[in-house]
């Protein structure tokens, strides 16, 4: 019962409207920003129950995966990682040019992303990856294409993000 409590409480932090799916979309900036807020208490509380912030990799998919960006790259907490799955970087134009200046200008990002997805075109994607290279270590960024993948996932992703999260967060001796 527990974990269906927690899912249900970790949709509600994650809402934000969804205006249109191109480029040039208007977005929800108000809805973006309070849904970071309630991802970054959240990231709080986990510390306040003694897992170093270093030890969270955010991830998502779709629309849990553009928060997952935005979240990462505005909050003051040093984070593992962002795995971000068949999605783009919310407000992006809203970010300065060039590198960022806070605690996650290393962050590891894996992001991934179907060539057949109409839902969110791939587009979006290389889009969003050539962005977050101008702003953290282009060496931290990582992306991955999957043949035939449509806004869905598959065995050979869920591969991927389990190396990603095994690299970044190792056992704890």
Known sequence: M???ISNALVDVFVR???IGLSPDSQEDEAGIKQAAENVKALIDQEVKNGI???RIILGGFSQGGALSLYTALTTHQKLAGVVALSCWLPLRASFPQGPISGV???IAVLQCHGDCDP???IMFGSLTVEKLKTMINPANVTFKTY???MHSSS???MMDVKQFIDKHLPPID
């Open 147 to 149: 043949s035939g993948m």
């Open 52 to 54: 170093p912030s270093n």
């Open 155 to 157: 065995l050979e992703e």
């Open 16 to 18: 934000f409207d969804i």
């Open 104 to 106: 996650n200008k290393d």
């Open 2 to 4: 527990d974990a269906l």
């Open 119 to 121: 839902l969110v075109p």
